[in-house]
Nanobody, 119 residues
Framework: QVQLVESGGGLVQAGGSLRLSCAAS????????MGWFRQAPEKERELLAT????????YYADSVKGRFTISRDNAKNTVYLQMNSLKPEDTAVYYCAAESIATITWDYWGQGTQVTVSS
């Protein structure tokens, strides 16, 4: 099992920045990628960014490319999401997730952290 705890959400004005953190514990060696998702009210959960745990390869959704940066610190078992140039449409609950090596599915999820961007 892998446990994930997010932190760093909050209220920010449009154009501002926030950095989210996701601390992982447990069998982190059983994970392939770490990712950040978000879900706004009445919208489907959206994949934003992923990072390969070992090689650091990254992926970004078009909606955040150039504004958000995913990074990792394996020594701390922590993944970050640096969010710049935030827009009101970025308002959502942000979730950290870990992909299982065994199933290549997003099996582990954090509790979520609220990000609110005011105009």
């Amino acid at each position: 099992q892998v446990q994930l705890v997010e932190s760093g959400g909050g209220l920010v004005q449009a154009g501002g920045s926030l950095r989210l953190s996701c601390a992982a514990s447990g069998r982190t060696s059983s994970t392939y990628r770490m990712g950040w998702f978000r879900q706004a009210p009445e919208k489907e959960r959206e994949l934003l960014a992923t990072i390969n745990r070992n090689y650091g390869n990254t992926y970004y959704a078009d909606s955040v490319k150039g504004r958000f940066t995913i990074s990792r610190d394996n020594a701390k078992n922590t993944v970050y999401l640096q969010m710049n140039s935030l827009k009101p449409e970025d308002t959502a609950v942000y979730y950290c997730a870990a992909e299982s090596i065994a199933t290549i599915t997003w099996d582990y999820w954090g509790q979520g952290t609220q990000v609110t961007v005011s105009s």
